[in-house]
């Protein structure tokens, strides 16, 4: 059997949390920052958690994280 590839990209963009849930960036950061209010862009700075319905998928493109 070959051995598993991590996929870069998602490499790049998840982190394991101490409890093994997946920690991500929020998206909406980046531009067109004027129109969002203070709040909302404060709000974005903190990192979320996948959802646990996309979190098998997202694993198993990182087989080494666990």
Request: a positive charge; glycine letters at 4%.
């Amino acid at each position: 059997m070959s051995k598993l590839r991590t996929n870069k990209a998602a490499a790049k963009r998840f982190k394991l949390t101490g409890t093994g849930k997946l920690k991500r960036s929020k998206a909406y950061t980046s531009h067109i920052l004027t129109k969002k209010s203070p709040k909302r862009k404060r709000n974005l700075r903190h990192p979320g958690l996948v959802d646990k319905t996309n979190e098998k998928p997202m694993k198993k493109l990182l087989p080494y994280l666990q």
